[in-house]
Nanobody, 124 residues
Framework: QVQLVETGGGLVQAGGSLRLSCAAS????????MGWFRQAPGKERQFVAA????????VYVDSVKGRFTTSRDNDKNTGYLQMSNLKPEDTAIYSC?????????????????WGQGTQVTVSL
């Protein structure tokens, strides 16, 4: 059983940056592919980014390409989401998730483990 804990959320002005961290415990982090999702009030959970267990492949939703970067440090059992040039529409609760198989990375139901989420608020 893998436990995931996100940190690094907060309030930032438009154009600013934040780095989210996802600390894993209770399992071998390098065995899992990692995903990031977000959910804004009144909206469905949205796929943001994913990375293979070895970090070789990354995928992003179009709306964050060129602004967000996901990475991981398997020695530290931690994943990251670096967010730059933030926009008000990026405001949401951001969650990390882990899955054993790489397929269907944009589908939340395919992930085995989830963190509790961290709030990101971008003001004008």
């Amino acid at each position: 059983q893998v436990q995931l804990v996100e940190t690094g959320g907060g309030l930032v002005q438009a154009g600013g940056s934040l780095r989210l961290s996802c600390a894993a415990s209770g399992g071998t982090f390098s065995n899992y592919n990692m995903g990031w999702f977000r959910q804004a009030p009144g909206k469905e959970r949205q796929f943001v980014a994913a990375m293979t267990r070895d970090g070789e492949i990354t995928v992003y939703v179009d709306s964050v390409k060129g602004r967000f970067t996901t990475s991981r440090d398997n020695d530290k059992n931690t994943g990251y989401l670096q967010m730059s040039n933030l926009k008000p529409e990026d405001t949401a609760i951001y969650s990390c998730a882990a899955k054993r198989l790489w397929g269907a990375i944009g589908s939340p139901s395919t992930y085995n483990f989830w963190g509790q989420g961290t709030q990101v608020t971008v003001s004008l």
